[in-house]
């Protein structure tokens, strides 16, 4: 008598909902963010094409030039062009946005992993998070570079640093949740490798928040450098990023406004292009509020 045997039961995966690019122009304010970002990205790449001028030239005889033909936004106190500095300096602020929100999405995904999934070590290492999260961003990242020295490598560490652990937190919430369902229970109860377990069940429900959090990051992160710059405590002075550049339009602020007027326009669209980006992406990577579009 043949005895059959019943086929292993399946553990469905999860898949995050993933929509197309097409929320980048959902409305017409996400749409004209989105066109704004572009643009500065494009520029700050191109730079070298978009202007003849080097952004860290010094030429008493030419400083404080109007605009005009050979330097449309004109000259700063040490006759460098401001447009040529501005563009240049898009590529460190961004740089240091991107860079940021990277590694801290990265961080805090294994450590949320980690901590969701096992509750002893969950006990000490969010203990070790709340330690960073008590104390203010600012004067973290200026602790960190007054001890280091003023690099980039160093500027980037010392603005990751507590972004961490939002990012931990965020991935920690999301894995308890997780772990309590069928599916996770069932492949835990079939003896399920755990990279197995957290690779492909637990890890895919935080893609979704993890690419929302990534925007916030890389947006605080652009004002946190230009903060920097602004007191001192960034990038070398002569390293052109629009922190550096409104901080030295400072003494010349009455005589000549627009040395602060133009990066501080471009920052802020940039900050601002980033988050409503980000509100964007919320609300095409959320399924329920997917769902409640839909019953509409």
Known sequence: MAIETLPEPSIPITRPFRPTLGFLAATPIIATATVCLALIVASAIFAPWLTSHDPQLLAPALRLKPAGEQFLLGT???????????????????????????????GGLVIGLISGFFKWIDAIMMRIMDGLMAIPSILLAIAVVALSGASLTTVLIAITIPEIPRAARLVRSVVLSAREEPYVEAAIS??????????????????????VQGTYVCASAILTEAILSFLGAGISPETPTWGNIMAEGRAYFQIKPSLIFWPGLILSITILSVNLIGDAARDALDPRMKQREGGK
């Open 76 to 106: 700063d106190g040490y006759g460098r062009d401001v447009l040529a500095r501005i563009l240049y300096g898009g590529r460190i602020s961004l740089l240091i946005g991107l860079g940021a929100a990277i590694i801290s999405v990265a």
């Open 190 to 211: 079939l003896g399920s490798s755990l990279p197995k377990i957290m690779w492909r069940h637990l890890m895919p429900n935080t893609i979704a928040p993890l690419i």
